[in-house]
């Protein structure tokens, strides 16, 4: 082996170790930071006084936001430095080997990253647009100045997405994590499924990820208490939404997938 070929093994591969190791870490950083916000944050400014409440959006939340954000953006450089330096099929980077993208392990982690990218878009273009919203308003008010009329719906359209991003959290992170060790066991699932058992698995993996961002976007059935927002009633009911949605993913992969 040329001297060249081995400079290239070490540097992808001590580049998937760092990148992998960086990843999780501003990983569980932004989801941890998610599960704050929905079980612990939402539950306990829902009992505090208006005023306390102010002053924790103010001093708090506005914090944890900054970590959240910023760590959400952290975890798609590493995520996507990972499939540069990683190689798929052959000694290729994961990130430009479609042979590898159509393999069960390649339609996992596209599956991990499909919905991990539309959390990272609900995070910046939703949930952080509406909470600088919150946030000018509780230091306002605090100030002496007028309550915003526009902040209360400013505060649901985060909460939508913020419930839906826990709810494609669970599923998310089955894919993310099963991608190095469930989905690539030959046993269980063909390493290279036809074009048509792919076919099947997106149909079905896109159709629910579509309805149900576009559901927490307000698109379905508005962003009021409805039977369609049932779901982000509370973090009880985003919780087990989350779990029936790992089940039925799984589900779904296994159908079209197996062995
Ligand atoms: C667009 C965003 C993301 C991209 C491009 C991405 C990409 C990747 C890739 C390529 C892997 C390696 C899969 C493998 O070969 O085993 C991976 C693993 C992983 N990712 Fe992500 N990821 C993203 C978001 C996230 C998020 C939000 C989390 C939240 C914690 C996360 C947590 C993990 C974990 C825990 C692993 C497993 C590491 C292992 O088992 O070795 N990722 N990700």
């Not at 919905?115 to 605090?142: C, D, H, P, S």
């Not at 526009?150 to 998310?172: C, D, E, P, V, Y």
């Amino acid at each position: 082996m040329a001297l060249a070929d081995v400079i290239i093994i070490i540097s992808r591969g001590g580049g998937a170790f760092v990148s992998r190791w960086l990843h999780v870490i501003v990983g569980i950083t932004w989801i941890g930071l998610l599960y704050y916000f929905n079980f612990v944050q939402v539950p306990a400014f829902a009992e505090m006084e208006a005023a306390a409440r102010n002053n924790a959006v103010d001093k708090l939340a506005s914090r944890a936001l900054w970590w959240f954000r910023w760590a959400a953006v952290a975890t798609v450089v590493t995520g996507i430095m990972i499939l540069l330096f990683q190689t798929g099929t052959g000694n290729k980077s994961q990130l430009f080997d479609m042979d590898y993208m159509k393999s069960s392990e390649g339609i996992a982690i596209a599956t991990g990253i499909l919905l991990a990218l539309t959390m990272f878009l609900n995070v910046w273009g939703v949930i952080w647009r509406n909470q600088k919203i919150v946030i000018a308003n509780a230091r306002n008010v605090q100030a002496g100045g007028e309550a915003d009329p526009n902040a209360a719906a400013a505060g649901r359209k985060a909460l939508l997405a913020s419930r839906q991003n826990a709810i494609f959290s669970f599923t998310m992170l089955l894919f993310m994590v099963g991608t190095g060790h469930f989905f690539d066991n030959i046993k269980l699932f063909k390493q290279f499924p036809s074009g048509s058992e792919r076919g099947a698995y997106w149909a079905i993996a896109v159709i629910i990820w579509l309805v149900l961002e576009l559901n927490c976007l307000g698109v379905i059935g508005g962003t009021g208490q409805n039977l369609t927002n049932k779901i982000y009633d509370s973090h009880k009911n985003a919780l087990i939404a989350g779990g029936v949605l790992v089940v039925i993913y799984y589900l779904a992969f296994y159908v079209t997938l197996k062995a």
